[in-house]
């Protein structure tokens, strides 16, 4: 299987900050890797697919880059709505597989 | 809009089967993999398998043969069934949409528990 690995787990930010968040593969991925945010209680949500493409109807502060095995989720601006945990997914090979989680949460 | 309607039981004894059902509302069945996943309680996403229209199914090995995806196409529904069920199955199980390689549309989740 392949391992995705995160960082940081946790992370306090203020409205307004730069948030980057990483994930890192265990093998070549190429661009196959998806960002989703969760929050308590509720369903995860796609925001970005394939590395760099934002899913239609999310905010532009969110982004996405990287390929093989270091990629970067960045929100430029981050908002009260933007709380939650963050995982990386990838598809290139079955099973498919989660990275561990970032927690984003408010100073 | 494409919504995903899931039920089941949320109490399922040791040793028994775990049977979830999932209806697609508002958008296309064929053309897509169905999809189950689950997070135990604090934890992470597991993708437990998929199946599309045409028979391709995949499932997680971690799950050792224990687990069955099927499609109902005339209903729009899929269904997971998990056997030999232990307490480290309890989790909130989803049923998602898969369009390319990202879960798109999710259903509300389900809270299975096992306990005697």
């Known amino acids: 299987d392949i391992q995705l690995t995160q960082s940081p787990s946790s992370l306090s930010a203020s409205v307004g900050d730069r948030v980057t968040i990483t994930c890192q593969a265990s093998?070549?991925?190429?661009?196959?890797l998806n960002w989703y945010q969760q929050k308590p209680g509720q369903a995860p949500t796609v925001l970005i697919h394939?590395?760099?493409n934002l899913e239609r109807g999310v905010p532009s502060r969110f982004s996405g880059s990287g390929s093989g095995t270091d990629f970067t989720f960045t929100i430029s601006s981050v908002q009260p709505e933007d709380f939650g945990t963050y995982y990386c997914?990838?598809?290139?090979?079955?099973?498919?597989?989660f990275g561990p989680g970032t927690k984003v949460d408010f100073k | 809009q494409v919504q995903l309607q899931q039920w089941g039981a949320g109490l399922v004894k040791p040793s028994e089967t775990l049977s979830l059902t999932c209806a697609v509302y508002?958008?296309?069945?064929?053309?897509?993999?169905w999809t189950w996943i689950r997070q135990p309680a604090g934890k992470g996403l597991e993708w437990i398998g998929e199946?599309?229209?045409?028979?391709?199914?995949n499932y997680n090995p971690s799950l050792r043969g224990r687990v069955t995806i099927s499609l109902d196409t005339s209903r729009k529904q899929f269904s997971l069934k998990l056997t030999s069920m232990t307490a480290a199955d309890t989790a909130v199980y989803y049923c998602?949409?898969?369009?390319?390689?990202?879960?798109?549309?999710w259903g509300q989740g389900i809270l299975v528990t096992v306990s005697a």
């Open positions: 998602t949409r898969v369009p390319g390689r990202h879960f798109d549309v």
């Open positions: 508002g958008g296309a069945f064929s053309g897509f993999f």
């Open positions: 199946a599309k229209q045409g028979g391709s199914t």
């Open positions: 093998q070549d991925i190429s661009n196959s």
């Open positions: 394939d590395a760099l």
């Open positions: 997914q990838q598809h290139i090979d079955l099973p498919l597989t």
